[in-house]
T-cell receptor, first 115, second 113 residues
Framework: NAGVTQTPKFRVLKTGQSMTLLCAQD?????MYWYRQDPGMGLRLIHY???????AKGEVPDGYNVSRLKKQNFLLGLESAAPSQTSVYFC??????????????FGQGTRLTVV | DAKTTQPPSMDCAEGRAANLPCNHS???????VYWYRQIHSQGPQYIIH???NNETNEMASLIITEDRKSSTLILPHATLRDTAVYYC??????????????FGQGTELSVKP
């Protein structure tokens, strides 16, 4: 049981390049989330998904796109990377139990540098 | 989204109880209080959550005031490994926008020998 796995763990991009970050969870969770964390700050929600085939905007969605084609995977795309997108990206997944909230599980992060 | 207010930093002596306060005066009746912590730049780690009642697990206790406008996370016997940033989060029910977690700045807890 791997939990939430993020790929890659580190990446350096040049301005204007594109890339996709992969988040995979093996817990059959319905809900998935992408966050970014800048130095000295808390996590900010980029996009989230409430189920396979659904996505929604979070607090800071500009410059990012997401897809949830399979329940276990949530992809975060940067079409044209900018230095302002240099950050640590975290993915999380969650589920409900009898309609109530439970914990959300986080991955270990992807460190992205855009030069 | 209900906001939380936490002190930016706190110190605690090793072996003592660490009491981390959080204000959430605009919390709605169906919103939960969650606590996470983040050690260095690792992924946030779940600690505990509650709706109305006090909660306890193997890591910590959560005390929620009767009016639910504030809460306290208690680490009963703090160790050096508890040094981290602690986030208090008000989370909507999961059927509401996926129960998205909105993080604030957190409290940086330093446990000292």
């Amino acid at each position: 049981n791997a939990g939430v796995t993020q790929t890659p763990k580190f990446r350096v991009l040049k301005t204007g390049q594109s890339m996709t970050l992969l988040c995979a969870q093996d817990m059959n969770h319905e809900y998935m989330y992408w966050y970014r964390q800048d130095p000295g700050m808390g996590l900010r929600l980029i996009h989230y998904s409430v189920g396979e085939g659904t996505t929604a905007k979070g607090e800071v969605p500009d410059g990012y796109n997401v897809s949830r084609l399979k329940k276990q995977n949530f992809l975060l795309g940067l079409e044209s990377a900018a230095p302002s997108q240099t950050s640590v990206y975290f993915c999380a997944s969650s589920y409900s139990f009898l309609g109530s909230n439970t914990e959300a599980f986080f991955g270990q992060g992807t460190r992205l540098t855009v030069v | 989204d209900a906001k939380t207010t936490q002190p930016p930093s706190m110190d605690c002596a090793e072996g003592r109880a660490a009491n981390l306060p959080c204000n959430h005066s605009t919390i709605s009746g169906n919103e939960y209080v969650y606590w996470y912590r983040q050690i260095h730049s690792q992924g946030p780690q779940y600690i505990i959550h509650g709706l109305k009642n006090n909660e306890t697990n193997e890591m910590a206790s959560l005390i929620i005031t009767e009016d639910r406008k504030s809460s306290t996370l208690i680490l009963p016997h703090a160790t050096l490994r508890d040094t981290a940033v602690y986030y208090c989060i008000v989370r909507p029910p999961i059927y509401n926008q996926g129960g998205k977690l909105i993080f604030g700045q957190g409290t940086e807890l330093s446990v000292k020998p």
